[in-house]
């Protein structure tokens, strides 16, 4: 079993930055490929960037490409995500998730493919 425990959000101006950091219990983590989801009040959960296994591979969902950044330290057991040029619209409570499905190569943005969740961070941007 995996325990995640986010950190890192908080209230930033439109155009700022935030680092989420998702610290993960266990000596499993580098068996998980890890994701961040977000989920704003009244919308479903929505995917934001997922890494692969040995953090070779990434991917991000078409709102957040080219401003978000995923990252993970297996020696740490943690998984980042670097948020820039933050919108309003990126207001959220941001969750990581560990999937320990799927194929070693395969980045999966299905909340339900997802195994373990944290309690998530709430980030909020104001205009």
């Known amino acids: 079993q995996v325990q995640l425990v986010e950190s890192g959000g908080g209230l930033v101006q439109a155009g700022g930055s935030l680092r989420l950091s998702c610290a993960a219990s266990?000596?499993?983590?580098?068996?998980?490929?890890m994701g961040w989801f977000r989920q704003a009040p009244g919308k479903e959960r929505e995917f934001v960037a997922a890494i692969s296994r040995s953090g070779g591979s990434t991917d991000y969902g078409d709102p957040v490409k080219g401003r978000f950044f995923i990252s993970r330290d297996n020696a740490q057991n943690t998984v980042s995500l670097q948020m820039n040029s933050l919108k309003p619209q990126d207001t959220a409570v941001y969750y990581c998730?560990?999937?320990?499905?799927?194929?070693?190569?395969?980045?999966?943005?299905?909340?339900?493919?997802?195994?373990?969740w944290g309690q998530g961070t709430q980030v909020t941007v104001s205009p």
């Open positions: 266990g000596r499993t983590f580098r068996a998980y490929a």
């Open positions: 998730a560990a999937d320990g499905g799927g194929s070693w190569y395969t980045l999966r943005k299905r909340p339900d493919d997802y195994d373990y």
